[in-house]
């Protein structure tokens, strides 16, 4: 009897992805997001919002289309009109604004940033000068500095902690915007507690668990990446910032797009294994487009590189909950 050779088997793709994991949406964006969704839904368009809700392209296309209007402060908006405030969070002064024009307001703020809003206003009580970590002209810091303006310095850089100057150096403490490298703070701590030994600490860390745990997940695949792609736009502080983790945990290459039609053929010579993530504001239907076009480029099934599971969940703006059912109370008799 002849003996059948077996049928040949089709090499294995060489082409690899690893697919972060947690990456995309936080519990906060997510809240936002759906906070304009359902004032849409509730009042019907326009529903205003001041800033961009979340720092992403897409998704304040996708709520614009939906019948929301983005204006920058808020007495653009149209008096006795609703707003929504962004995510990132307003100061006290927006505040004021919105209601000496009587505007319905609907709070956004992811509740992480509310925390260090808190704090900065306990500090400044103390009398104690904060020290906050963050990027001038962001509207995180734009709105936590103005919850004590006169208290309050803005340290922008590890650079910047060796000249800052205060009134008082035995009487300082520190806060930082949510969305930092978390390397990059800490070594902007170090700096300034070795010329302020009291400084004092936050009473929890104010760099949200989502930024961390997108940055600690591509920190355990970027060794193996000769590039990396992150999902996210420019103006978003944590996508930006996973770029350069990326870069300094070993990726070779690494590009933030907005978009998969922004990747470019060039970024592929010599690229056998790439890693993908995206920033705390992407929804993942970008992130889907992108392994499509990897795919496309005979790149394999990804395989999802996992440091945390997260299941937080935040409640959606007062304004938007409904509203709880009245006890009945019982008939008296007459």
């Known amino acids: ?39 849409l839904e509730n009042y019907g368009a326009p529903v205003y919002v001041r800033k961009e809700i979340v720092h992403n392209k897409h998704v304040v296309e996708t709520l614009r289309e939906r019948g929301a ?46 925390k260090v809003h808190k704090e900065a206003v306990r500090f400044a009580k103390a009398d104690k000068t904060i020290l906050l970590i963050g990027h001038d002209g962001h509207e995180e810091v734009e709105g936590t500095a103005g919850e004590a303006p006169e208290h ?55 760099i949200c668990y989502a930024t961390q745990n997108r940055q600690v997940a591509v920190k355990k695949l970027s060794p193996e990446c000769d590039l990396v792609i992150v999902v996210g736009s420019a103006n978003s502080s944590n996508s930006v910032r996973l770029v350069e983790v990326a870069l300094d945990a070993g990726a070779r290459t690494s590009y933030r797009v907005d978009r998969a039609a922004e990747i470019q053929d060039s970024w592929f010579e010599g690229v056998t294994t790439v890693g993908v993530t995206s920033g705390a504001s992407v929804p993942e239907i970008l992130v889907d ?36 059912d009245a006890r009945q109370l019982p008939i008296q008799p007459a």
């Open 289 to 324: 487009d992108v392994l499509r076009q990897l795919a496309e480029r005979g790149y394999g099934e990804p395989e999802e590189v996992r440091t945390a599971t997260e299941d937080l969940v935040f409640s959606l703006p007062r304004e938007l909950r409904p509203p709880r």
């Open 1 to 39: 009897m002849t003996a059948t050779a077996p049928a040949p088997v089709p090499p294995t793709s060489t082409k690899r992805v690893l697919l972060a994991a947690p990456r995309g949406y936080c519990a906060g964006v997510d809240r936002a997001v759906v906070a304009v969704e359902k004032a």
């Open 152 to 206: 309050t310095i803005v340290v922008n850089s590890p650079e910047e902690a060796d000249v800052v100057e205060v009134p008082d150096p035995d009487n300082v403490v520190w806060l930082s915007q949510t969305t930092l490298s978390v390397d990059e703070t800490m070594e902007t701590v170090r700096r300034l507690r070795e010329r302020f030994p009291n400084l004092a600490d936050p009473p929890s860390d104010d």
């Open 69 to 114: 209007i983005f204006v920058e402060e808020a007495d653009e908006v149209p008096r006795g009109a609703r707003v929504v405030f962004s995510a990132h969070g307003v100061s006290p002064a927006v505040r004021e604004s919105a209601a000496s024009r009587d505007l319905q307001t609907i709070d956004a703020t992811c509740p992480l940033v509310t």
